[in-house]
C-alpha cells in the first residue's frame, strides 16, 4: 500500500526487535526498486528522503500480522 508520503510494509517474517525489523523492510524496499539505507532503528533514508518507519501488530482471524509504516519526515 503506497501514497505519496505514507506506506505500510507487510513482511513475510515475524521480527522481535526493531533492528531486524528495520533491516528487513530496508532489504525488502531495496528488492522493491527504492534506494534505501538506515539512518538510525526508527529512521530510513529513501530515495534521499526521510522516513519514519514504526511497527504496528495486528490480528487478521487469529493469525498476527506485522507490518511496517513508514511516514516522511518532513522538515
Known amino acids: ?5 505514507r ?3 507487510e513482511l513475510d517474517d515475524r521480527y522481535f526487535n526493531q533492528k531486524d525489523l528495520i533491516n528487513a523492510a530496508c532489504e525488502y524496499l531495496n528488492n522493491q526498486g527504492k534506494k ?4 538510525d532503528i526508527y529512521t ?12 504496528r501488530n ?16 518532513k522538515n
Do not use: R, W
Not at 44 to 55: C, F, N, P, R, V
Open 58 to 73: 495486528l490480528n487478521m482471524g487469529g493469525v498476527p500480522l506485522q507490518q511496517v509504516i513508514v511516514k516522511e519526515i
Open 7 to 9: 506506506f505500510v510494509i
Open 44 to 55: 530510513l533514508l529513501i530515495d534521499g528522503k526521510k522516513y519514519s518507519a514504526t511497527e
Open 36 to 39: 534505501c539505507e538506515i539512518v
Open 1 to 5: 500500500m503506497f501514497s505519496k508520503d
